[in-house]
């Protein structure tokens, strides 16, 4: 009767060392292309998330009235503040003692498509040289709006006015005239900080001393690695956010943004230059 053959100690264990390191090979390379995916997908979220942040703020900062863009902060927060424009257009009359209502140019498009007051609290601007113009009414270049007619229907909406030109209900006069007879209609604030190394952004009402960050705002974008200067007003660092370059009746206003973004190890830096026009 013959024995039948099996394997020797010898041979079992050469066999496990020899897929123990073939194992370790395998898992070496799936370790390795799962870190370049998890590498290649951070960047990719990295990338689209700042440059959605980046493009957002571009387009709102270079809608913003004259002269209102301005920054407060501390290491905690950095602000950057503006008021965007609804509606720009020129006036034909201003209000005057015993009769507050102005004379624009009709608010419509060239598609016939009419502005119309938003619901709540509406602004006229006219000459606004300092953002203090903008945000303290106390100086006269901002006043309440609070109806629109024509002289149709009365309805500024409707558009049935005889000469394109209605009228504008206010509370008050304005201090100064515009050399251009720009108007522009307003109804908010909005803020963009950087906080807790976040990009927040959030809207509040045209007041007179600028707000700053808190816990609970909308988030637009996270990993922010800017470090917060003390003063980014009377004396801003380098990797602050947020600056304002030059600021004049004769030229427009630039908007420094500098945002780096740091996510395992990827970092992604922007400085954009946004122009917003100062001429009030």
Not at 31 to 57: K, W
């Amino acid at each position: 009767m013959r024995k039948s053959k099996g394997f020797t100690l010898i041979e079992l264990i050469t066999v496990v060392i020899i897929l123990g390191v073939a194992s370790a090979g395998i898992a070496a390379f799936v370790r390795s292309s799962m870190q370049t995916y998890i590498d290649v997908s951070t960047r990719e979220q990295l990338l689209t998330e700042s440059r959605f942040a980046i493009e957002r703020l571009k387009r709102e900062i270079a809608n913003a009235v004259p002269n209102s863009v301005r920054i407060t902060g501390n290491t905690s927060y950095h602000c950057l503040e503006f008021v965007p424009i609804n509606w720009a257009t020129v006036y034909t009359r201003l209000p005057a003692p015993g009769n507050l209502t102005m004379d624009v140019v009709a608010l419509h498009d060239i598609n016939d498509v009419p502005y119309s007051l938003p619901t709540g609290d509406n602004f006229a601007v006219v000459y606004p040289t300092r953002s203090e113009d903008v945000y303290d009414a106390t100086r006269s270049k901002r006043v309440n709006v609070t109806a629109c007619s024509d002289d149709g229907d009365g309805n500024c909406n409707t558009l049935d006015d005889s000469d394109d030109v209605v009228q504008l209900t206010v509370t008050g006069q304005f201090a100064q005239s515009s050399p251009a007879s720009r108007v522009y209609l307003v109804d908010r604030a909005v803020s963009f900080c950087v906080y807790q190394n976040k990009l927040i952004r959030y809207e509040n009402d045209i007041i007179t001393n600028q707000l700053g960050a808190f816990p609970g705002l909308p988030v637009l974008a996270e990993h922010v690695a800017n470090s917060l200067s003390s003063n980014p007003v009377g004396n801003p660092a380098e990797d602050d956010p947020f600056r304002i370059v030059s600021t004049s009746l004769q030229s427009n206003a630039i908007v420094e943004v500098r945002l780096r973004f740091v996510d395992n190890d990827e970092q992604i830096a922007y400085q954009q230059e946004i122009h917003v026009a100062n001429v009030p």
